[in-house]
Structure formats: structure tokens, C-alpha cells
């Protein structure tokens, strides 16, 4: 029979192994995001560290509760390779018809918006034309009207001068 010492060592490796793959899902998961909004370098760097914190916190708390915190090589090599066999062989798959699923799925969200959000831009299109119109045509008000102030102000200075 198998020791029960060895039945928990086996535990512990294949939790850490899944473990992996569960971090490659997360991955995955941000990898989808890059896929559908475009980053800057910046946000790039800033999204790696915060998943690899979140990765470290993960994998801690993991060695913290199986093992009583003590680092054992196999279960950091357990993590490793469920992160290596799951990108391996079916992670680009996945990322791949789930982006394309998504951006399909957002491109017609997209043309329904439009269809639905029609008429008001044609509104605001009138409502720009008549706001440059009344605009103009306030401006070239004021510009006559300025003038012909100036005219008055000129007419009142000489009838003012005289007495």
C-alpha cells in the first residue's frame, strides 16, 4: 500500500499543477483584453505586474496552506509545467475563438448602437448646422451693430463739442 505521506505529496503536486493552468486561464484571460482594446507599452508593463503579483500571491498562499509555507521545488515545477502544457497546447485556441467570438459579438453591438443612436445624430448634426448658422449670423449683428454705435457715439461727441 501506498504511504499516506506520498498520497499528500501527490496532492500537493497536482493542486500546484493546477494550479498552473489556473494561472494560464488568467492569462488567457488578459490576453483576450490586449486582443480586443488596443495598450500602450505602459499599460502593457503595468498589467504584467499586476498579474504576475497576483500569480505570486496565488502561489503563496498555496505553499502557505498545503505545506505550511515552505518552499518545495516540485510544487514551484508543478506550477511550471501546467503553465507550460496548458500554453502549450490549448491556450492560443482558446484566445483565438474567444477574441474573434468577442469582437464579433461587439462589432454588432456596435452596428446596433449605431442603427439605435441614428437619429439622434442626424439631431445634433441640424442642431449644429443652425447654432453655426445662428452664429454667424449673430456675429455679423454684432459687427453692424458696433458700427453703427460708433456712428451714434461720433454723431453725440460733435453735437456735444459744438455747445
Same mark, same amino acid.
Given at each position: ?22 494561472? &494560464? ?12 482594446? !488596443? ?45 507550460l502544457i496548458y500554453n ?11 477574441? *474573434?467570438?468577442? *469582437? ?11 442603427? &439605435? ?21 449673430? !456675429? ?13 457715439? *461720433?454723431?453725440?461727441?460733435i453735437i456735444l463739442s459744438?455747445?
Amino acid at each position: 500500500m501506498i504511504n499516506d505521506d506520498i498520497i499528500a505529496e501527490l496532492y500537493f503536486l497536482l493542486h500546484s499543477f493546477v494550479l498552473g493552468i489556473l494561472t &494560464m486561464i488568467l492569462y488567457d484571460t488578459l490576453r483576450i483584453f490586449r486582443k480586443i482594446v !488596443k495598450h500602450s507599452v505602459v499599460a502593457l508593463a503595468i498589467e504584467d505586474l499586476i498579474y504576475w503579483l497576483i500569480c505570486g500571491i496565488c502561489i503563496f498562499l498555496m505553499l502557505y496552506q498545503e505545506n505550511n509555507g515552505s518552499i518545495r521545488w516540485f510544487a514551484i515545477a508543478g506550477v511550471a509545467c501546467g503553465m507550460l502544457i496548458y500554453n502549450g497546447t490549448i491556450s492560443s485556441y482558446i484566445t483565438d475563438i474567444i477574441s *474573434k467570438i468577442l *469582437k464579433f459579438i461587439l462589432k454588432i453591438f456596435g452596428r446596433i448602437l449605431k442603427v &439605435m443612436f441614428k437619429p439622434i445624430s442626424i439631431l445634433l448634426h441640424f442642431v449644429k448646422k443652425f447654432t453655426n448658422f445662428a452664429g454667424n449670423k449673430g !456675429k455679423k449683428l454684432a459687427v453692424f451693430n458696433k458700427k453703427q454705435l460708433k456712428k451714434t457715439l *461720433k454723431t453725440v461727441k460733435i453735437i456735444l463739442s459744438r455747445h
